[in-house]
């Protein structure tokens, strides 16, 4: 009976809508040729934007990571986690700029994290550092998302 609980729990936690759900190579395909526009966008944009741009881009190269967690990429979620790293380092770095829709950057923040911990729970034991250390970071920017919402 113990060692079917933990498969039960995985399963449960796969089966949430839009929470580590398998899709098929197309469909991650197409959001990646999105994701490299909106990240352009993103670079290109102004100062005051790219705060909440890199934070919508943190939100779905979530997803992605879920999606690829979930069909057993686990060298591309890897590489995603990477990426979601870097733009927590982005956006950290542009905080001290006039950022503007501060308070939904912020909320995406936190969704983003909790997907994640989400698909850190339904994760096998060697992903689990990699994941953790993208939360880290995200909470991290997620504080400093509140600091900056609380202080204008």
């Known amino acids: 009976m113990r060692s ?8 449960l936690i796969l089966s949430i809508p839009g929470v580590c759900s398998a899709e098929s190579h197309d469909d991650l395909a197409s959001d990646a040729a999105g994701l490299q ?12 934007q ?14 992605m990571a879920g999606k690829q967690m979930a069909a057993g990429d686990i060298d591309h979620a890897n590489a995603t986690l990477k990426r979601i790293q870097h733009l927590a380092a982005l956006i950290h770095s542009g905080l001290a700029r006039d950022a503007k829709k501060l308070k939904d950057a912020e909320m995406l923040m936190h969704s983003a994290s909790f ?13 689990q550092p990699a994941i953790a250390s993208t939360i ?12 900056q919402v609380f202080a204008h």
């Open 136 to 147: 880290k970071e995200l909470d991290k920017v997620h504080e400093e998302l509140l600091a």
């Open 50 to 63: 790219q705060a909440y741009l890199y934070t919508e881009l943190v939100q779905a190269y979530t997803q």
């Open 4 to 11: 079917t609980v933990p498969s039960v729990i995985v399963a």
């Open 115 to 127: 997907r994640l911990k989400q698909c850190l729970r339904a994760a096998s034991d060697e992903d």
């Open 37 to 48: 526009q909106l990240e352009q966008r993103a670079e290109h944009a102004e100062a005051r």
